[in-house]
């Protein structure tokens, strides 16, 4: 006859059993590692480019001309339609290399041109400018006035307009809709320094002449008798002068 169990070796068999419940259940699994941040302006909203320029610290000047342009207005309303854009800023110190007077001696016009000009209307990357076909077009228009050319060998990229050659210095911005590259030096272009042309003087209308003005005028019998005596009586006084002197030296002679 078996032993009754004691309450020790009970426990310690419920004991047992428990923990091999609990060791056979699968363990919960790992946390997955965290993603790379993502860039400001993509889950958050389309970019702001006055934003990006703002937080970047050198572009102030490049930033008003975007606002007096209302071209930054334009570039922001466009990245909410999903729309993609490449700009070229100049840093201050580009500004400031100018010829000194020669952003004040703009126009508007100009000034607008001048900003589009650093504006190509879609998004390339770096290594796209390998490949990207001359002249870019940008937002100013016409590549035969606004002549982009961006050639990269790969470690360097090389923009010329026909007046300025530069470099891109560094990428201020890029998340696969806006790529913003920091350049040395300010863009200039034909169609931008170019003299406004003046619109031409209309010629002032000839006075139509009278048809009698230039003819020969025709007197009738009347009129050239009645001339010949007014001339007859012009010189009546000084033939009659003429007369008395002749006489009265014919006198004295006497």
Do not use: W
């Not at 002549?147 to 923009?159: C, D, K, M, Y």
């Not at 005596?229 to 008395?244: D, K, Q």
Request: with cysteine; net charge negative; charged share 10%.
């Amino acid at each position: 006859m078996m032993k009754p169990l004691t309450p020790v070796v009970l426990f310690l068999i419920m004991f047992f059993f428990l923990c091999t419940a609990i060791s056979g259940q699968p363990s919960a699994p790992a946390a997955a590692p965290s993603g790379p941040s993502v860039p400001t302006g993509s889950s958050l909203g389309p970019p702001d480019i006055t934003a990006i320029l703002k937080k970047a610290g050198k572009f102030t000047t490049f930033m008003g001309l975007l606002k007096s342009t209302q071209v930054d207005d334009l570039i922001n309303n466009q990245l909410k339609s999903n729309l993609g854009f490449t700009i070229f800023a100049p840093t201050d110190t580009a500004f400031s290399d100018l010829e000194s007077g020669t952003l004040n001696s703009f126009t508007e016009e100009q000034k607008t041109a001048l900003t589009k000009f650093h504006i190509v209307p879609s998004f390339l990357t770096v290594s796209q400018f390998q490949t990207v076909s001359n002249p870019v077009n940008t937002v100013a228009g016409d590549s035969a006035e606004f002549p982009l050319n961006v050639v990269s060998n790969g470690t360097q990229v090389n923009i010329t307009t026909g007046l300025v050659n530069t470099t891109v210095d560094s990428t201020v911005y890029s998340d696969g809709q806006l790529a913003v590259y920091e350049i040395p030096d300010v863009l200039l272009s034909q169609g931008i320094v170019k003299p406004l042309a003046e619109a031409p003087l209309s010629p002032k209308p000839e006075k139509a002449s009278s048809p009698t003005a230039y003819a020969p005028s025709k007197l009738t019998g009347a009129s050239a008798a009645s001339s010949d005596a007014m001339r007859l009586l012009h010189y009546a006084p000084t033939v009659a002068s003429v007369g008395v002197a002749v006489l009265a030296a014919v006198g004295l002679c006497l």
